[in-house]
């Protein structure tokens, strides 16, 4: 896949992720700042105080998920130390953990909802704004392998990573003034930044695609 690379100044995106947190107390600054105006409500929501302790149910029943796809692929694998009992004792194992499984409900709906809160969406716009106002003017296309991309909310909810899940649980529940400018460039996502590379001053991103 291609996207974009370029040079960014890292203080330059620390200072302007922090300038925005810090109109959290002012909704109609921040929105004329980011050039959101028209969506106006998502911000004035997206800066109030929200709880996301459901993120914490939505990763333990995740992890659950994952542990019974484990356990389908070693009976199938014939890896289980009771694989000795034959294929019919194998097929019951299999339906069981496959009803456990599709008790649990679908794994669309956790990250639906995380995705759909408006304070992710508006930190998400600043991450983005922070990258406008940093990047140096040297953008690239590069090809590259989509596994060498970083998504750590994906990955998050891929793996069901509970410890990763509670530190953004306590970012996102913070007063939004207080919320870790670091943590929003290197630990969140954006709609088009993708990610900040502090070590290398590099950042990677998508655009869109120019109108015909």
Known sequence: M????ATFDPDAAFARASEMLALGDSPERLA???GIIRDMEIVKQGVGNASFKRLLTDIKQLKHFVAIN???EEVKGGKTMLSFLGDGFKEKQIARLEE???KLGSLI????WFYQQ?????????RDYALDGSQQGDAVWTEISRDKLVYP???MFETADKD???ELVTQLEKPFKDIDPRFLLEKFEGHRSIMFDFDKGVAMYYTPAPAH
């Open 2 to 5: 291609y996207i974009i690379t």
């Open 32 to 34: 004329e700042r980011l």
């Open 70 to 72: 484990q356990q389908i």
């Open 100 to 102: 456990e499984r599709r």
């Open 109 to 112: 709906e956790a990250p639906k």
């Open 118 to 126: 408006p304070r992710v969406h508006l930190l998400s716009t600043i």
């Open 153 to 155: 909310i994906a990955n």
């Open 164 to 166: 990763f899940a509670q």
